[in-house]
C-alpha cells in the first residue's frame, strides 16, 4: 500500500523559508515521478511543482524562482524548499506520486496523495 506522509509545515512571515518533506513507502521510489500541490483556502487545488524519476522538475509560474523541489531516490524523500514566502502561497501542501511517467506527471496527473501539511504565510 502506497503511503505518503507530509512534514515540515508551519507558521512564517512573509519572506520567510519553509522546507518541506515527504517520506514514501513506495519500492521502488526511483521509478516514480513526484510532485506537490497545494489547496489555498476557499480556492481549487492547484499544482505547485513536479519532478521526475530522472530529475526533470516542471513548477507553476507563481513559485518559480521561489522555490525548489528535489528528491533522495536512496531515502524515499522528496521535498519543497520555500523561500521568499508570500501570503498567497497560504494553503495546504500535499505530496503526490504516480508511477505512470512523465507525460502525466509534468501536468501535475497524479493517483497517489499524501495528507498535507499546512503552511501559513502571515504579512
Known amino acids: 500500500q502506497v503511503q505518503l506522509v507530509e512534514s515540515g509545515g508551519g507558521s512564517v512571515q512573509a519572506g520567510g523559508s519553509l522546507r518541506l518533506s515527504c517520506v514514501a513507502t513506495?519500492?521502488?521510489?526511483?521509478?516514480?515521478?513526484s510532485g506537490w500541490f497545494r489547496r489555498p483556502p476557499r480556492k481549487e487545488p492547484e499544482g505547485v511543482a513536479a519532478?521526475?524519476?530522472?530529475?526533470?522538475?516542471s513548477y507553476a509560474d507563481s513559485v518559480k524562482g521561489r522555490f525548489t523541489i528535489s528528491r533522495d531516490n536512496t531515502n524515499n524523500t522528496l521535498y519543497l524548499q520555500m523561500n521568499s514566502l508570500k501570503a498567497e502561497d497560504t494553503a495546504m501542501y500535499y505530496c503526490?506520486?504516480?508511477?505512470?511517467?512523465?507525460?502525466?506527471?509534468?501536468?501535475?496527473?497524479?493517483?497517489?496523495w499524501g495528507q498535507g501539511t499546512q503552511v501559513t504565510v502571515s504579512s
Open positions: 513506495i519500492y521502488p521510489y526511483s521509478t516514480y515521478c
Open positions: 503526490a506520486a504516480d508511477p505512470r511517467g512523465w507525460a502525466r506527471c509534468q501536468h501535475f496527473d497524479f493517483i497517489h
Open positions: 519532478i521526475a524519476s530522472g530529475g526533470t522538475t
